[in-house]
Nanobody, 125 residues
Framework: QVQLVESGGGSVQAGGSLRLSCAAS????????MGWFRQAPGKEREGVAA???????IYADSVKGRFTISKDNAKNTLYLQMSSLKPEDTAMYYC???????????????????WGQGTQVTVSS
């Protein structure tokens, strides 16, 4: 069982930066595959980035070069550094976890078992 709590959301102007954090509990956290997802009003939840237990990462095309996912196993914390933010990045952001080494569907929300409550990111033009 993994419990997840996101923080770090807020309002920022286009071109700005934010860092989201996701604090995890559970002594197997470091072995899980972790992901960041987002959902804008009226839209489906979509994958933003994921990091496998071995540290390998994958990003949605829409955020490549702007967002960086990382994790600190000692602190049981997942991060999403967001730069060059755009109004279309406005959404509720969620972190999620699933057992490691499935090797497929890293950005598919239906393949993740555990979810946080979300943190709002608003980017104004």
């Amino acid at each position: 069982q993994v419990q997840l709590v996101e923080s770090g959301g807020g309002s920022v102007q286009a071109g700005g930066s934010l860092r989201l954090s996701c604090a995890a509990s559970g002594n197997t956290y470091s072995s899980y595959c972790m992901g960041w997802f987002r959902q804008a009003p009226g839209k489906e939840r979509e994958g933003v980035a994921a990091i496998e237990s071995d540290g390998s990462t994958i990003y949605a095309d829409s955020v490549k070069g702007r967002f960086t996912i990382s994790k600190d196993n000692a602190k049981n914390t997942l991060y999403l550094q967001m730069s060059s933010l755009k109004p279309e990045d406005t959404a509720m952001y969620y972190c999620a976890a699933r057992p490691p080494r499935l090797w497929v569907g890293y950005l598919r929300p239906d393949l993740y078992n555990y979810w946080g409550q979300g943190t709002q990111v608003t980017v104004s033009s």
